[in-house]
């Protein structure tokens, strides 16, 4: 397995990644989890897949088993901002407004969406090792542009996950039932700082940093 990061101006070095992608996010919320979101027969794809949305996915024997976007929360396309600012705002039907006690928009807090990771890993250390990539990526992202925390509107189940990755995973604020999966999700918060393992092998790469490296992690 290996990561690979991106935006919409560089998606088309990864072949058909970007797609395969879509399509996977399809497969677990849509198909699996029943969400009422945008999509086809194929794949999903929301309002914040937008020029300004940056991508972290992980390949394996050239399919993509993972991934998930972020974005900075000082993102504005059209009448969006980013998911759970929207959310705080109303304007998104299936997220309750109180999941976000005060409005974040700031350069150095970016946000996390739509992670996934394919069921054809089914042993745990895969999974694990899956989860530490998209992770590492989107970190290596949020610092490049220049962000110190990151957060996301996810299971309790995905907290325990990252904090045994090593990841420093707080929750912020109330948690909720969503109404079409049962699951209890909240508003989790981080630093922008890797896994515990990725530390140990290399240094990080220094907060807004112009040049950064795309492709595998180290």
Not at 41 to 60: C, G, I, K, N, R
Not at 104 to 115: H, K, M, N, V
Not at 156 to 177: I, N
Not at 206 to 211: H, I, K, L
Request: with cysteine; hydrophobic share 45%.
């Amino acid at each position: 397995m290996h990561n690979v990061t991106f935006d919409f101006s560089t998606l088309h070095r990864h072949g058909t990644a970007f797609w395969q992608f879509l399509e996977l996010r399809k497969k677990v919320f849509v198909d699996d989890l029943g969400w009422d979101i945008p999509h086809n027969d194929e794949v999903e794809m929301d309002q914040y897949d937008t020029p300004l949305a940056q991508y972290s996915l992980v390949m394996m024997d050239g399919k993509v088993v993972g991934g998930a976007r972020a974005m900075a929360t000082t993102a504005s396309w059209g009448s969006h901002t980013y998911m759970l600012r929207d959310a705080w705002s109303g304007k998104l039907p299936h997220i309750p407004a109180h999941v976000m006690s005060v409005e974040i928009a700031s350069s150095a807090i970016w946000e996390c969406t739509r992670l996934v990771i394919s069921d054809a890993l089914t042993a745990q250390a895969d999974r694990a090792q899956c989860l530490e990539l998209i992770v590492d990526g989107l970190v290596e992202t949020a610092r490049a542009a220049g962000a110190s925390q990151m957060i996301c509107l996810s299971s309790l189940a995905l907290m325990r996950a990252l904090r045994l990755l090593g990841y420093d995973v707080k929750r912020l604020g109330e948690t909720y039932r969503n109404g079409e999966d049962g699951r209890a999700y909240a508003v989790l918060v981080m630093p922008a700082e890797y896994s515990r393992s990725r530390k140990r092998r290399c240094q990080p790469i220094p907060f807004g940093a112009r040049e950064r490296r795309v492709g595998a992690l180290a």
